[in-house]
C-alpha cells in the first residue's frame, strides 16, 4: 500500500512504498485528493513527483503499466 494520502516522507517514501513488494500483474490504486478527511493537502503532489521514478524503475524491471481496460 504507498499510503499516498499522506505526506510524511514526500515523495521518496511514496516511491518505496510502491516498489517494495511490485511484482508483475499487481494493480496500482493512488488518490488524486488532497483534501479528503485525514489526507493531507500537499499529498497528490507527492504521488506526481514520485510516479517518474516509479515508471523509471518498473520498466528496468521489465514492466509496463497499463489501463485496467488493458488487462
Partial sequence: MAEDWGSKGGSEKVKKRLLRDMKNGDIILLHDCGK????????????????????????????SCVRIDEL
Fill in 36 to 63: 479528503t478527511f485525514g489526507a493531507d493537502e500537499d499529498a497528490p503532489m507527492n504521488t506526481i513527483h514520485a510516479l517518474k521514478d516509479v515508471f523509471q524503475e518498473l520498466s528496468s524491471r521489465g514492466m
